[in-house]
């Protein structure tokens, strides 16, 4: 069991915008930056938002992120097909020393 | 191009180990830490360890003690991981990756080896 929440599943229709929780604590996502992958199928993870609300050089600005207290939220407007894919959040723990992952959100575009 | 290059699929028997390496080229090699990452068919991201590949220090997850070896080449720029006492849990796509920045308590990878599955049977 993840210590990151995320829902499971999202869904939404072409141009809609969504929203991928990840709820956390006061170790991890409290007191350290958020990153956000997404993973295509049969594919490695890549890195769509970093430090918590910063996007790579070639990530489309429809992807976003933010963080509030123990809780963060990865947002993609203007949905598309190709971003139907799996999504992880990330973020190093105090208490653990090292990096916890969420469970995932597979996001299905309608 | 900064590229993390990992050795072949592996099948092993229970109870036997595992060795996967991960060929770093592009950059600084001992400038970056590498850290494992599993993850299970039909599963999520389960962070292993992570090596400091100029001091060869590695700090691992506490489920994985005891069981994972991480080590580090730098006449090489490849960096291994070994798992002992195999299970059929462990089946599972191993990759490696690179931080970026941000210090070792970083979450932030890129790039990202292609993965190398591993497949406990007996």
């Known amino acids: 069991q993840s210590v990151l929440t995320q829902p499971p599943s999202e869904s939404g229709t072409p141009g809609q915008r969504v929203t991928i929780s990840c709820s956390g604590s006061?170790?991890?996502?409290?007191?350290?930056?958020v990153y956000w992958y997404q993973q295509l199928p049969g594919t490695a993870p890549k890195v769509l938002i970093y430090?918590?609300?910063q996007r790579p050089s070639g990530v489309p600005d429809r992807f976003s992120g933010s963080k509030s207290g123990t809780s963060a939220s990865l947002a993609i407007s203007g949905l598309r097909s190709e971003d139907e894919a799996d999504y992880y959040c990330?973020?190093?723990?105090?208490?653990?020393?090292?990096?916890?992952f969420g469970g995932g959100t597979k996001l299905t575009v309608i | 191009q900064v590229q993390l290059v990992q050795s072949g699929a592996e099948v092993k028997k229970p109870g036997a180990s595992v060795k996967v390496s991960c060929r770093a080229s592009g950059y600084s090699f001992t400038s970056y830490y590498i850290h494992w990452v599993r993850q299970a068919p039909g599963q999520g991201l389960d962070w292993m360890g992570m090596v400091d590949p100029s001091t060869g220090g590695t700090t691992s997850a506490q489920k994985f003690q005891g069981r994972v070896s991480m080590t580090r080449d730098t006449s090489t720029n490849i960096v291994s991981m070994e798992l002992s006492s195999l299970r059929s849990e462990d089946t599972a796509v191993y990759y490696c990756?690179?931080?970026?920045?941000?210090?070792?308590?970083?979450?932030?990878?890129?790039?990202w080896g292609q993965g190398t599955l591993v497949t406990v049977s007996s």
């Open positions: 430090r918590n609300n």
């Open positions: 006061s170790s991890n996502i409290g007191s350290n930056y």
């Open positions: 990756a690179r931080t970026v920045a941000d210090g070792y308590n970083s979450g932030w990878f890129d790039p």
């Open positions: 990330a973020a190093w723990d105090d208490s653990l020393n090292g990096v916890l």
